[in-house]
């Protein structure tokens, strides 16, 4: 029965190539950065051309791409999950044509690979209403810098960077190999008193916070409303997503925070979380200057330190922790010191059953 609730069902979209072969692809190779080629069982072939997008696209963009998908693919087009854009042929004639149009418009091809893939990022000052940082703004001025890691295989293994602008951590900066992530450092104790019963619910705002630090509060006038444990927070402005009345943005106190050696793929190793690598880092919009050299100077540490195929974080344990603090330069400090003690002590990040 057709409804309309969901995404439609993928299987009706693919191309025909795809169809026919579904399951029965026999090995996949790169020819060069941003040009997949995989071959089926029966000889069949499949062209891959990715470029790197912005993220946020205009209604002009997506009918460029579309035109494209349109001219070369017969329409057939999709993103990743790091929102590079991917064009699919199965004729080898149209591959060179595709690419020299998609650079046309301005879009790099590449990604692929060794090659830094494009940064998946959230929503910054955009559209969310909670980010200590921007997202596409850095993203921007980082991926400027670091163009030629995207169209050329320079560094040992595949690399993936994540950006997240604030902890609610919309972005997979957890298991990447560089992740940024917007912090707050302040309490949201701007308590809006006045409008906090007509914006905000008293229960939902005191589950919404994870250290139990929102109780509830009646003012001299009796304005029902809540005050903050400021011992208890940390600033991870989830009260704010459920209550106006609590903001937590601050001009002074929002930056950004970068990890590093986070891994998803059980290749070689079992995947990774990202650790803290520098604790905060101003925001200094619109190119976020710091930021951007604060992750090319990892990345290029990494790329001439790290073995063929060996990821960020697999690089850093055969080095070890103080290798890393000390050839990056970045200083090690107090903040580096999980003394959190609400988590586990193993979060099992595995698909091998082991515990
Ligand atoms: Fe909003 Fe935080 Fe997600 Fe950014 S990471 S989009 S600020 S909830
Ligand atoms: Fe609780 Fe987070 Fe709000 Fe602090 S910022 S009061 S920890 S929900």
Redesign the pocket.
Known sequence: MATDIGPPDYRTMLPEVIKKNYGKWKYHEILKPGLLKHVAEGGDELYTVRAGSPRLLSIDTVRDFCDIADKYCDGHLRFTSRHNIEFLTADKSKVEPLIQEVSKLGFPVGGTGTCISNIVH???WVH?H??ATD?SGVVKAIMDELYDYFVEEKLPAKFRISL???G????AIHCSDIGIV?MHTKPPTRIDDKNFMTWCEVPTTLSSCPTGAIRRYTTEDGTKTVRIDEEKCMYCGNCYTVCAALPIADAEGDGIAIFVGGKVSNARTRPKFSKLAIPFIPNNPPRWPEVVSAVKNIIEVYASHARKGERMGDWIERVGWPTFFRLTGIPFTEKHIDDFTGALSTYRTTTQFKW
């Open positions: 959230t929503q910054g969310c909670t980010p997202a997240a602008c604030c609610n951590m919309c972005g917007g």
